[in-house]
């Protein structure tokens, strides 16, 4: 291979522009997938309710057009129009083809804001394959058209009106994006969200790609309370009243909201400037301390502790807690332009001064919640040493052991774990074809029999006693729950391999819930997927042909003669020989295998929760809310 030696000033690329956005466009929305591609409309609508935040406009508009265009209008003051004095340019022009254009640095167009990089809506319209703005100001309509961020009419002075505010219209760019699909569910609960952290912000989401128009319309006057409620609908509520602060303090604002179900599952939900910070922080450390320390005290100074007692650790206070603590301050240290982390070391005392200071009032005055709270905590520490006991109980006969491997396994040749997979395979009829049609090198097999424990429902104590968890664990040698270690994990590839039918689907989820519950870290590192098995089999003119999705074989019918065409309906793996079973499903050259993401935490843990709790009324509401995103289940 020739090498260039040569290294000056030639070699030193400046990207003019947005042209930079656009070469490297990861670095701005994290990805160009679906995270990416909905992080366009976070952007725009953050913008828009910072204009809320500073006292303008109590409405949001977003539609989804056909096309997978997005319109987003808030009814604030509009992006300023006039001439900027430095640049000679509109206002709204250099904000929407500059990198760091913006209104949010100094702290005097805004005093809180969640965009505050000045990027977000240059970045939309550097990523978008055309963009439309309108703004509504100073009593006329301002018009602007850009394609791909370089602007293609000139900003033009309208029609007179009286009304204010912004409105951008985009298409995201085929070129940038792996698929241009908004999912309406996506952004239905991330808006829900944000009506939720700011009382009595209308926000109106509507979509136009369907025969008949679907719309929500979010607006809460109890904003994290009614948050908390909406959260805890699935769950039994340990005391009914929800605790909720509200104050400010050393120029920040603090809103907190939380409350107790029987559950065993800890949630917390955090916020800074409307920005759900997914990785936490300091607010959050703070709000943890604030717990842990009013709970114990008041056990102490109230004798609920007896002689034996340990004092009360954070894990067990806050177990079966649903929480969401919301700051908004004026110079917030994000981590990142995706914004999952909040680093102001200064918010970890305030939010535990403001939340303490709260606690010891409440729960003098509530004795019997903080009684419950405190029993329940006791509860979770016996629980913790029985799982504890019962690991290493497990671990001696041989369960849990890297050493001792589960006689249903059929491991693979290799020892590199960035190159093995695992497939958990639903029964043994299929266990056996995927034993016969895998590679042996890197692809092992373990054969599940029937549906395993519903985790949602049990502690930890409960699930190492099934068989078919304990044998699960053992094989991907990672541990479980607190001892979890991903460094240990002995396949970089756990595929779920279940029938195309109802009962496939309850397997698969019941799979999942062990692993967004107990082994998180697997999904967080993008180590589960599910697998695509075809269903059907057509043969047209003695070829033959492998379909996965009704939509397929409706697209592949459609030119031919129906009665010269065989079709085969695979109503399980178990009817696929060895050989078909490896070309259609386990050869990576062309398998189909969907990868397990977590798009937005609040979203999934509800639905688990809605799916995989005790209250069947849930269940029914869920599937019937999104019927008709159903596809390929068997009746």
């Keep these: 291979m020739a090498v260039n030696s040569q290294y000056n000033a030639e070699q030193i690329q400046v990207l003019e522009g947005l042209e930079a956005v656009r070469k490297r466009p990861g670095m701005y929305i994290g990805s160009t997938g679906t995270k990416g591609l909905h992080h366009l409309v976070w952007e725009i609508v953050d913008n828009s309710i910072d204009e809320f935040l500073a006292g303008h406009g109590t409405k949001i508009d977003i539609t989804i057009g056909i096309g997978e265009t997005i319109t987003v209008r808030d009814y604030g003051r509009g992006i300023p129009v006039d001439i900027h004095p430095k640049k000679g340019l509109p206002a709204a022009q250099l904000v929407l083809t500059t990198l760091h254009a913006g209104g949010k640095f100094d702290g005097a167009g805004y005093k809180v804001s969640g965009g505050l990089h000045g990027v977000g809506v240059s970045v939309v319209n550097a990523l978008s394959e055309w963009l439309e703005l309108e703004i509504y100001r100073d009593g006329h309509v301002y018009r602007q ?354 029938d195309a039918d109802v009962d496939g689907a309850h397997i698969c989820t019941l799979i999942l819930t062990l692993f967004y519950r107990y082994m998180p870290e697997l999904i967080e590192a993008g180590h589960v997927y599910i697998a695509q098995p075809p269903l059907y089999k057509v043969t047209y003119s003695k070829k033959e042909k492998y379909l996965y999705t009704d939509k397929q074989l409706e697209r592949y019918m459609a030119d031919k003669d129906r009665t010269k065409v065989t079709i085969q309906r695979y109503k399980g793996l178990g009817e696929m020989n060895p050989g078909q079973l490896w070309s259609t499903t386990m050869n990576p050259a062309n398998r189909k295998l969907q990868k397990v993401e977590v798009e937005d935490e609040i979203m999934a843990d509800d639905i688990f929760n809605r799916l995989m709790g005790s209250k069947a009324r849930l269940r029914r509401e869920f599937i019937m809310k999104n019927a008709d995103l159903a596809d390929n289940i068997d009746i």
């Design 145 to 498: 058209r850009y394609e791909r961020g370089v602007p293609v009419t000139e900003f033009e002075k309208g029609e007179k009106t009286k009304e204010t505010g912004t409105q951008i219209t985009f298409k995201p760019d085929e070129k940038i994006f792996d698929e241009l699909n908004f999912k309406f569910e996506t952004l239905s609960t991330r808006l829900q969200e944000s009506a939720f952290l700011n009382k009595n912000l209308e926000i109106n989401l509507l979509d136009e790609r369907r025969s008949e128009d679907k719309q929500e319309t979010f607006c809460y006057s109890g904003g994290l309370e009614e948050f908390v409620k909406y959260l805890n609908e699935s769950q039994d509520p340990l005391t009914e009243d929800i605790v909720y602060i509200e104050e400010e303090l050393d120029d920040t604002y603090v809103e907190v909201a939380f409350q107790y179900n029987k559950s065993y599952n800890e949630r917390i939900y955090t916020f800074a400037n409307n920005i759900n910070t997914h990785d936490g922080g300091y607010h959050l450390t703070g709000f943890k301390a604030a717990i842990t320390k009013a709970f114990n005290n008041y056990a102490k100074d109230n004798n609920l502790l007896k002689k034996n007692d340990p004092a009360l650790s954070g894990r067990d206070l806050r177990e079966g807690l649903t929480a969401v603590v919301s700051v908004k301050l004026t110079d917030p240290q994000f981590e990142g332009q995706t914004k999952t982390k909040l680093g102001n070391s200064e918010i970890r005392s305030t939010v535990e001064k403001v939340v303490y200071e709260y606690l010891r009032y409440y729960l003098d005055v509530n004795p019997a919640t903080a009684k419950s709270v405190v029993e329940k905590a006791l509860e979770a520490v016996r629980a913790r040493k029985a799982a504890k006991k019962a690991r290493e109980l497990t671990r001696r006969k041989g369960v849990l052991n890297n050493n001792s491997l589960p006689g249903k396994l059929s491991d693979c040749s290799s020892r590199k774990p960035e190159e093995c997979e695992l497939y958990l395979v639903e029964g043994d009829s299929a266990g056996g074809s995927a034993k016969q049609g895998r590679n042996r090198k890197f692809q092992a097999i373990l054969p599940l029999k029937g549906k395993i424990m519903n985790v949602e429902r049990a502690r930890l104590t409960k699930i190492l006693k099934s068989n078919e968890i304990a044998t699960v664990v053992t094989a991907l040698g990672a541990g479980i729950g607190e001892e979890f270690d991903l460094s240990k994990l002995r396949y970089h590839k756990i595929i779920i391999m279940t």
